[in-house]
């Protein structure tokens, strides 16, 4: 078996996102030892991007992502400035490896969660959110093979992140449905699927309170005026070229996105 090189492997996932394709199956030298390894050469390549964080994103926080991926625990990644787009939106799907839409809560921070307010629980980071918001997430899995998914694979390449689109911010004060809602994709005008609002780790704010705690045990910072994506309510959805896709989740307003 080859030796993980990281030098290697940043190399490789620049040239991805330089020029996406399908990648199936993930290279095993591209694989690293362990988590903290991946998350240290994600850290890396966002670096390359020379872009900055925009927020952060934590995946395979509901039942039907991590039944549609095998996977079991939560990992997160970032969402880089200039990959944040409006409510209604359009995109080539020839500009992926293979694009997929996931619909979720996004939460938008009104004040920092810092490392030293450890350990943060959903009770915690209440008063920190300042909104939120119906939103899809864009992702490039590559063309996964989902029979033989390892997570360092997503860590290193950014949990996947490629984009996400945001419906209306609905202030906290207003009182978004988040435990209670519903929330729906549709594709041409026909729903797909459906889920509780609360299908990630049973409410956003859990979710929150681990991105808090995991940032914090790697030194990364959670800010005022961070976004927050909190994990697709249902599985990934692949589209096809033609398609008009619609989300709404918990009455927030909804979001559209053709595809083409």
């Known amino acids: 078996m080859t030796a993980f090189d990281p030098d290697k492997t940043l190399a490789f996932i620049g040239e991805l996102r330089r020029k996406p394709r399908v990648v199936r199956p ?71 490896g ?16 810092p490392a030293g307010g450890a350990p943060w629980t959903a009770q915690s980071v209440a008063p920190a959110v300042a909104a939120a918001a119906t939103s899809f997430e864009l ?23 490629a984009g996400v689109q945001i419906g209306r911010k609905v202030p906290m004060t207003a009182k978004p449905d988040l435990e209670n809602g519903t929330g729906a994709l549709t594709v041409n005008g026909k729903v797909v699927a459906s889920a509780p609002a609360n299908a990630g780790m049973g409410h956003c704010f859990n979710v929150l309170a681990w991105l808090a705690n995991r940032l914090a ?35 927030m307003g909804p979001i559209g996105l053709k595809i083409l």
């Not at 030892?33 to 050469?41: F, S, T, V």
């Not at 039944?67 to 409510?87: C, D, F, M, N, R």
């Not at 360092?152 to 992140?161: F, H």
């Not at 927050?228 to 096809?240: C, D, L, N």
């Open 26 to 96: 993930w290279p095993a030298e591209h694989l690293p030892p362990d988590e903290d390894n991946a998350y240290r050469l994600q850290a890396r390549v966002i670096a390359a991007t020379g872009n900055d964080i925009a927020g952060w994103k934590v995946g395979l926080t509901s039942a039907a992502i991590r039944a549609q991926t095998g996977l079991s625990e939560p990992i997160y990644g970032p969402v880089l400035a200039g990959k944040v787009h409006a409510s209604q939106h359009e995109l080539r799907s020839d500009d992926f």
């Open 98 to 113: 293979r694009l997929g839409i996931e619909l979720e809560i996004a939460l938008f921070l009104g004040a920092d969660l």
């Open 139 to 161: 992702i490039d899995d590559r063309g996964a093979d989902y029979s033989r998914l390892d997570a360092k694979q997503l860590i290193v390449d950014g949990s996947w992140q």
């Open 217 to 251: 045990r790697d030194g990364k910072p959670l800010r005022k005026d961070m976004l927050v994506m909190t994990g697709s309510i249902i599985a990934a959805y692949f589209p096809e070229r033609g398609q008009t896709l619609g989300g709404e989740i918990a009455g």
